[in-house]
């Protein structure tokens, strides 16, 4: 249930994440779940959330260049097979990627009207925000997996026991 997630920014240029995937191919090293975002999405959230909370620790002009730069970038979340998750961080440390990790949680649910609806309401219920998700099934009436990244990982992993 809860996993390692590993973020990186790779550049946003064609054959990027075939080489990135062929890596974890010749390592034998699977990829249970994966997103891809333009980084300057993530850039400006990052600053508009700065803005709130903290001093601006950086000229306007700075902050416009790095905005500007993240669009050359796409912004990699990824889910190693169970197992492997240390193995995909040496890896990504011996080809010299940067990377984040976070813990996450992972869980298969049933792909069917109102299971997601479900799962974020009882969450919002207890006052859990989601920050992000991503997931899919291969079909109707399919299982898929599902990756939550809530603010309170400790409580949300107890919502998720309760309701397996």
Do not use: W
């Amino acid at each position: 249930m809860v996993r390692t997630e590993i973020s990186l920014f790779l550049k946003n240029a064609p054959g990027e994440l075939g080489r990135l995937a062929d890596l974890f191919a010749q390592a034998g090293i699977n990829i249970d779940a994966i997103t891809i975002q333009d980084a300057s999405s993530y850039v400006k959230e990052l600053f508009k959330a700065r803005g709130r909370s903290l001093k601006r620790i950086a000229s306007a002009a700075s902050y416009n260049s790095m905005s500007k730069d993240s669009a050359e970038f796409a912004l990699i979340r990824m889910l190693p097979a169970d197992g492997t998750t240390n193995r995909a961080m040496d890896l990504l440390s011996q080809h010299e990627y940067l990377f984040d990790i976070l813990p996450v949680i992972a869980v298969t649910l049933q792909n069917s009207p109102g299971r997601l609806a479900e799962v974020a309401g009882r969450l919002g219920r207890e006052g859990i925000n989601i920050n992000y998700m991503y997931g899919s099934s291969t079909g109707p009436d399919q299982e898929g997996l599902f990756v939550f990244c809530p603010d309170d990982i400790d409580l949300a992993t107890r919502i998720f026991k309760d309701q397996q």
